[in-house]
């Protein structure tokens, strides 16, 4: 089983729907959590980052941690064809060895106008 | 700004060649890592170091050697590519400071061994 699971999709959303993106993980010593988006041939780039359980929002996403259920997720409002990408996760520990990340394996969005 | 620069977006190469794939980061970085990322794989992270000289193995390091000889450069040597290592290969950099490690990728390179 790996550490971060994360369905690989496509979802497949029209303009302006709500894109529901989730992650679970097994390690609870987990504290930090990322959201990264990666347009196709591109490089990740840190849309979101939440220390904790919690929810954050910035503009159009919204990012929630539920760490008792070792769940956490994405919300994107009113989506847009410019949303259309792969959305990885990302977890590390307080003391990472080497400050290394753990990934999911990514969810594939488009976003259909 | 953030940037990692990767020296090439696109390389072809044959079996057998040595292959040196290039990172420069501009953010004073103690952290650089190297991964490659195949559909259904996700990203494997193949080798990190987190001082100048110093590198680490990660979970794939079999067929890769890296250099670093300056903190703001970290380099992934194929040392005899092969066609199982064409591959979208990022690179990473982050910051001992930063408490959630986060870590900043470069545009990436996609590699092609024929």
């Known amino acids: 089983q790996k550490e971060v699971e994360q369905d690989p999709g496509p979802l497949s959303v029209p303009e302006g729907a709500i894109v529901s993106l989730n992650c679970t993980y097994s390690?609870?010593?987990?504290?930090?959590f990322m959201w990264y988006r990666q347009y196709s041939r591109k490089g990740p780039e840190l849309l979101m980052y939440?220390?904790?359980?919690g929810n954050k929002e910035d503009g159009r996403f919204t990012a929630q941690v539920d760490k008792s259920s070792k769940y956490i997720s994405l919300f994107i409002r009113d989506s847009q064809p410019s949303d259309s990408a792969t959305y990885l996760c990302?977890?590390?520990?307080?003391?990472?060895?080497?400050?290394?990340?753990?990934f999911g394996g990514g969810t594939r969005v488009l976003v259909k106008p | 700004d953030v940037k990692v620069t990767q020296s090439s977006r696109y390389l072809v190469k044959r079996t057998g060649e040595k292959v040196f794939l290039e990172c420069v980061q501009d953010?004073?970085?103690?952290?650089m890592f190297w991964y490659r990322q195949d559909p259904g794989l996700g990203l494997r992270l193949i080798y990190f170091?987190?001082?100048?000289?110093?590198?680490e193995k990660g979970d794939i390091p079999e067929g890769y050697s890296v250099s670093r000889e300056k903190k703001e450069r970290f380099s992934l040597i194929l040392e005899s590519a092969s066609t199982n290592q064409t591959s979208m290969y990022l690179c990473?950099?982050?910051?001992?400071?930063?408490?959630?490690?986060?870590?900043?990728f470069g545009a990436g390179t996609r590699l092609s061994v024929l």
């Open positions: 390690n609870s010593a987990f504290q930090y």
């Open positions: 990302a977890m590390s520990m307080i003391k990472a060895a080497g400050n290394k990340l753990t």
């Open positions: 170091s987190y001082d100048v000289k110093m590198k």
């Open positions: 990473a950099s982050s910051s001992v400071q930063s408490q959630g490690n986060i870590q900043y």
């Open positions: 939440t220390y904790s359980s």
């Open positions: 953010m004073d970085h103690e952290n």
